[in-house]
């Protein structure tokens, strides 16, 4: 009798044991990763994590370099069963590895052999701060999958937004800017975005890499896992031209941004028809009417001089330039938990 008695409590003690290294090692409530570029990173919305460190930590911060923002819109979402926002439960239900200036190839799944002919998915980030210069690596954005697996996690959604470096969106808002647009007067809005979009935009292969990214994140995250891939809003509202739009620019760029949305809807819909799990998610129309000049405005207005946590504090315009603000950023969210809301109560297939 008594040494059932020893093995009972031994017994017990272990599930005890056990038990409390569960709850240690595995999140309550489901689980968010928030992946892609500028738009999902919280570009130009101060504070970014880290940077509160001296310049000697901050500029070897991944999260600093990155400018994943304590505001960004992926940490605004919500999930049942989780107290709170994202924000909330960084590490536990939301892993962040967005990062500013991120192209598709930063989500790939790289072969033994693309590894060997020297091909990375790891992202360059260059700085010059503070009499600190030079340059860092960010780790492969799908790396962060691995803290998922040492907590015993899997991911319900995956958030991302990419491709607008791929197709060089920061060199369509210079060319905006500098008014090369309106060089072009013999041909219609519409027709001269279309020759924008196929001779500048439409870089040879491009539409392959975001599909290959989208593929990728799949392999990686799971099939039970939705992906859902956010579209790129209006960044300016017709008719608000200043002296560094006019309104015919204005008016190019609101057609390049829907072509745009449209190729990105188009490439999610054949990913579900190979039978990815992954959502498109539209912006552009909730960003109408709060462009950067409006008076209510989403997104951040041209700004020609570095700005407090500019990456080069000598650089001319700040990257913090037509990204969303903290309004925007709500805007973003908005749009993304109305879809995770309808797949949640099944309403959505």
């Known amino acids: 009798m008594k040494k059932k008695m020893r093995v009972l409590c031994l017994l017990t003690a272990m599930m005890l044991a056990y038990g409390g290294a569960f709850s240690v090692s595995a999140a309550e409530g489901k689980v968010i990763v928030s992946l892609g570029d500028s738009y999902s990173s919280?570009?130009?919305?101060?504070?970014f994590y880290g940077q509160e460190e001296e310049i000697g930590e901050r500029v070897q911060n991944p999260d600093w370099l990155a400018h994943r923002s304590e505001k960004s819109w992926p940490g605004m979402l919500t999930l049942p069963g989780v107290e709170g926002s994202m924000k909330d439960h960084r590490g536990e239900n939301w892993f962040f590895a967005a990062a500013t200036g991120a192209k598709s190839e930063?989500?790939?799944l790289l072969t033994g052999e693309e590894k060997q002919e020297g091909m990375t998915a790891e992202q360059e980030k260059e700085y010059n701060r503070d009499n600190h210069s030079g340059k860092a690596l960010l780790a492969p954005q799908l790396d962060i999958f691995d803290e998922l697996d040492a907590k015993g996690l899997k991911a319900d959604y995956v958030t991302v937004t990419i491709g607008g470096n791929d197709i060089g969106f920061p060199s369509m808002v210079k060319m905006a800017i500098a008014r090369v647009y309106d060089l072009v007067i013999d041909m219609t809005v519409e027709e001269q975005a279309e020759k924008l979009w196929n001779n500048y935009y439409t870089v040879p292969g491009t539409r392959e890499k975001i599909k290959r990214a989208y593929r990728d994140i799949a392999a990686r995250a799971g099939e039970q896992a939705c992906i859902l891939s956010a579209g790129y809003p209006r960044i300016l509202d017709p008719d608000q031209g200043d002296i560094y739009f006019s309104s015919h620019t204005i008016e190019v760029i609101i057609e390049l941004t829907r072509l745009f949305n449209r190729e990105l809807q188009d490439l999610a819909e054949e990913c579900r028809g190979e039978g990815i799990n992954i959502r498109f998610v539209p912006v552009e129309e909730a960003f109408e009417g709060h462009g950067a000049y409006s008076?209510?405005?989403w997104i951040n207005p041209v700004m020609l001089?570095?700005?407090?946590?500019?990456?080069?504090?000598?650089?001319?315009?700040?990257?913090?330039?037509?990204h969303p603000n903290e309004k925007g950023?709500?805007?973003?969210?908005a749009c993304?938990?109305?879809?995770?809301?309808?797949l949640e109560a099944g309403s959505e297939k």
């Open 329 to 333: 950023a709500r805007g973003y969210a």
């Open 295 to 297: 008076e209510d405005n």
């Open 305 to 322: 001089t570095a700005q407090a946590q500019d990456l080069d504090e000598s650089a001319i315009g700040s990257i913090y330039s037509m």
């Open 336 to 342: 993304v938990q109305a879809v995770i809301d309808s």
């Open 42 to 47: 919280g570009e130009g919305i101060e504070p």
């Open 106 to 108: 930063h989500l790939y």
